[in-house]
C-alpha cells in the first residue's frame, strides 16, 4: 500500500504565502501523476494542480500565476508553493497519487488525509 502524508497547512493573513508538502511511502513501484486538490465547507473538491512523472503541470485557471506545484521523484514528494494567498483560498487541501504498489499492481489512485489552510486577517 501506498501512504501519502501532508504538511505544512495552517492560518495565514491575505496576501500570505504557505508551502505544501506532500510524501509518499510504503510500498511503492512507480508513481505517475501527482497532484494536489481542496475542499472548501459546502462544497465539491476540485483541483487545484497536478504535475506528471516528467514534470509537466496543470493548473486550475483560480490558481495560476500565483500557485507552483513541483515534485522530488527521489523523494516521492511533491509540493505546493502558494503565494498570494486569498480568503477563497480557504479549504482542507489533499494530496493525490496516481501510483503501483509493485511491478504487478494496477495503477490506483492514493489520497492523503488532508491539510487545513486558513486565509484570514
Known amino acids: 500500500q501506498v501512504q501519502l502524508v501532508e504538511s505544512g497547512g495552517g492560518l495565514v493573513q491575505p496576501g500570505g504565502s504557505l508551502r505544501l508538502s506532500c510524501a509518499a511511502s510504503?510500498?511503492?513501484?512507480?508513481?505517475?501523476?501527482m497532484g494536489w486538490y481542496r475542499q472548501a465547507p459546502g462544497k465539491e473538491r476540485e483541483l487545484v494542480a497536478t504535475?506528471?512523472?516528467?514534470?509537466?503541470?496543470n493548473y486550475a485557471d483560480s490558481v495560476k500565476g500565483r500557485f507552483t506545484i513541483s515534485r522530488d521523484n527521489a523523494k516521492n514528494t511533491v509540493y505546493l508553493q502558494m503565494n498570494s494567498l486569498k480568503p477563497e483560498d480557504t479549504a482542507v487541501y489533499y494530496c493525490?497519487?496516481?501510483?503501483?504498489?509493485?511491478?504487478?499492481?494496477?495503477?490506483?489512485?492514493?489520497w492523503g488525509q488532508g491539510t487545513q489552510v486558513t486565509v484570514s486577517s
Open positions: 504535475i506528471t512523472s516528467g514534470g509537466s503541470t
Open positions: 510504503g510500498s511503492i513501484f512507480s508513481i505517475n501523476a
Open positions: 493525490n497519487a496516481a501510483a503501483r504498489a509493485t511491478l504487478l499492481s494496477y495503477e490506483y489512485d492514493y
